[in-house]
């Protein structure tokens, strides 16, 4: 075991400007379809790398999902699944350490075609979004700071 966290972290360090799949889940309530993918994201991607990332998630097939979520997380021994699959909730007093290394959650309403992408500057727990991106009402991917 500790040689695959070993392998993981050297992998996960030369691959600083990429976005890496970790795992994903289904869930279903009543007829709705929920899935929830995670993600490792190096310390070098920019918003607008990640933006133009979610925008491509939308047109791969979403496993008859009503309902899509991307959580992106900057540490491979912290990625974990929300206690609340269907919010994409994380719980501050059960999940906190999972919530410091949380840097964007993307939701995507497949009828609706509504994208949203939460940036969090510091990480999820800590602070608000610094940036609410509207995926589906916008012709330009945004600025870094």
């Known amino acids: 075991m500790l040689y695959l966290k070993i392998a993981i972290h050297l992998y996960y360090s030369m691959e600083k400007n990429k976005i890496t799949f970790v795992k994903k889940r289904i869930e279903t309530n009543a007829s709705k379809v929920y899935l929830i993918q995670l993600f490792l994201m190096g310390d ?86 610094g940036d609410i991106i509207c995926l589906d009402e916008i012709s330009e991917m945004p600025e870094d700071d």
């Not at 899509?68 to 974990?80: H, L, M």
């Not at 309403?109 to 510091?122: A, K, P, S, W």
């Open 44 to 129: 070098l991607v920019t918003k607008k790398d990640l933006a133009a990332f979610c925008k491509a998630l939308e047109k791969e097939p979403l496993h008859n999902a009503m309902f899509y979520a991307a959580i992106f997380f900057d540490d491979p021994d912290f990625v974990q699944f929300p206690s609340q699959p269907m919010t994409y909730v994380y719980n501050p007093h059960e999940e906190a350490d999972a919530m410091t290394h949380i840097k964007a959650i993307y939701s995507y309403d497949v009828i609706n075609r509504l994208g949203r992408l939460h940036y969090y500057d510091i990480n999820y727990l800590i602070n608000q979004p």
